[in-house]
């Protein structure tokens, strides 16, 4: 893997709620280190943390990735944040070691291509981020300290999660997620990890277990317990998001061609990622964010009136079921406004560049399905719910915009995740990746929990431990 060694500053990371604490006659809290932010996960204002400044890609740069291997652009992206953090060869182990499967872009039509991320150890987009991560904190967490990740999951990040951090020393996982709103396979994927990573079965919903996780870090009395986020509202998860946005450019455009991304939409992360990419001057046209009918931010960019869905909405791409996006608060910020963790805006951002820039539609559950047969039939094709929103999606941009740029759809899940769906839709049942073929000899039981705060915290104080 050759280097792209540059002299990089060091980065520091504010707080999305930096401006509250001003309103409120308080002092914002002091911007930190990509190790500090990692390791906290979120700000104690309850802000996300954003890099102050945003590092600038040459297009010569991106494109001497045109046929060369996924971890390339990965050293690329992330020797710009982290080049002042890590030696060179440090950060080109925890790549190496971080992408060792394939990432491969499908061309479907014309000049529209399907970038494949369901290749990972458990067949989620979710791999990518989480795989780096865990690397990312091994290596940054104190020694003698052990590193408490919580992690809440509406269907794909906890598994992705649990598999990567499982083994890793000194580091202990602990997933929530929503009792009813995970497939079968996803269940057993999550319950079966075992060792470090232990799971927890909610009364509720996936906004329940987003709110009981950002509830603990935001309480001071379990400020001993080396607390820690590997969901997306922790910067380390974003980085990694922002690779493969860079490596489909490389591959498929020509010198300054523009891009159009689709990213199924949920918590935001993923979108994110490709928004900051653009931001680093990877030229893409527009990025587009279908949601499933969880439609908080279609309807916010039409109305300008922002309201969150709660309890949010269930549906069939599950892992979307997101009535407030945490990311949502980073979008705002990129875009001069502010809104909190409950959903209150406190200042609008400039909605007249976020509509120049994103493009949002929801996507129905009859739509989705209708998407999975019509693709399968017309193009031999198979989607699974997420990555049919997605596609679906790019479909109604195109319509409207006229739009012939280069395109390229997310399929973030393996169809093989959702085999009951697929087989009652199209008469198939989708071959299991390697990765899977295990899952069913696996046993494992979740700990039931309400999403009651007091009995969560309960649980944190007697269960957790903060010495190695």
Known sequence: MPGFT????????????????????????????????????????EGLFMPETIP?????????????????AALLVAEAY?????????????????????????????????????????????DFAARMMARLMSHFRDPGKRLNVLVATSGDTGSAVGEAFKGVPGIDVYILYPRDEVSGRQKKQLDTIGGNVRTLSVEG???????????????????????????????????????????????????????????????????????????????????????????????????????????????????MNVGHPSNLARFFDLYGGTVDRTGVVHKMPDLEAMRKHIFSVA?????????????????????EPHGAVGWRGLEQYLAQSGETSLCVSLETAHPAKFPEEIESLLGIIPELPASMRDIDLRSGEPLLMTADYESFRRFLITTLKAID
């Not at 409120?24 to 700000?43: I, T, Y």
């Not at 499933?292 to 922002?306: K, Q, V």
Request: proline fraction near 5%; hydrophobic fraction near 35%.
């Open 56 to 72: 600038q890609l040459s297009l010569n740069d991106i494109l001497k990735l045109k046929g060369r291997p996924y971890p390339d």
């Open 363 to 383: 996507v129905s559950d009859e739509e989705t399905r209708q998407t999975i047969r019509r693709v399968y039939d017309q193009y031999g094709l198979l989607l």
């Open 6 to 45: 540059k002299m990089r500053e060091k980065l520091f990371y504010y707080s999305t709620n930096r401006y509250l604490n001003q309103q409120k006659g308080g002092k914002p809290h002091d911007n930190v280190s990509f190790r500090e932010a990692l390791l906290m996960g979120q700000a104690p204002d």
């Open 82 to 126: 982290l080049g002042a953090d890590l030696p060179l060869e440090t950060l080109k182990s925890v790549i190496e070691s971080s992408y060792n499967y394939e990432v491969p872009l499908e061309k479907v039509v014309d000049r529209r291509y399907i970038l494949r991320l369901d290749r990972g150890p458990t067949a989620s987009f979710k």
């Open 205 to 319: 919903k996936f906004d329940d277990c987003q709110n009981l996780v950002k509830q603990a870090f935001a309480d001071a009395s379990l400020s001993g317990l080396n607390l820690t986020s590997a969901n997306s509202i922790n910067f380390g998860r974003i980085l990694p998001q922002m690779i493969y946005y860079v490596y489909a450019y490389a591959q498929l455009a020509e010198w300054g061609e523009e891009i159009v991304f689709s990213v199924p939409s949920g918590n935001f992360g993923d979108a994110l990622g490709c928004e900051y990419a653009r931001r680093m001057g990877l030229p893409v046209a527009r990025l587009v964010m279908p949601t499933n009918e969880n439609d908080e931010f279609p309807r916010f960019l039409e109305t300008g009136l922002y309201e969150k869905i709660a309890p949010s909405r269930a549906c069939l791409s599950n892992a």
